[in-house]
């Protein structure tokens, strides 16, 4: 569209301003950062790190040894002697 030809400012001073419906509005100006967003795309979020799982340690499983020996003398000069020796192997939790 043709762009309206301005009158010289002497005249406009001179003129009686009427209503408002008499004068014409100036285009609303464009900001220069308005014009550029809408013409570039959206760039993409930045991919987020995910934090690395901890690995547990395999625990060792808890062995007791119970050793026992029993020294009996049933008769005089008879000695028995009885070892008896207990593993037992416990899951740590």
Do not use: H, Y
Request: no cysteine.
């Amino acid at each position: 569209m043709a762009k309206r030809k301005k009158g010289s400012k002497v005249q406009s001073r001179a003129k009686l301003r009427r209503a408002n419906s008499a004068r014409r509005g100036k285009a609303r100006k464009v900001a220069k950062a308005a014009k550029r967003t809408a013409a570039r795309a959206k760039p993409k979020p930045a991919p987020v790190k995910k934090a690395a799982r901890k690995v547990k340690q395999p625990v060792a499983p808890v062995v007791d040894t119970a050793v026992v020996e029993v020294i009996e003398q049933p008769a005089p000069g008879v000695i028995a002697v009885t070892e008896v020796e207990e593993t037992e192997v416990r899951k740590a939790s």
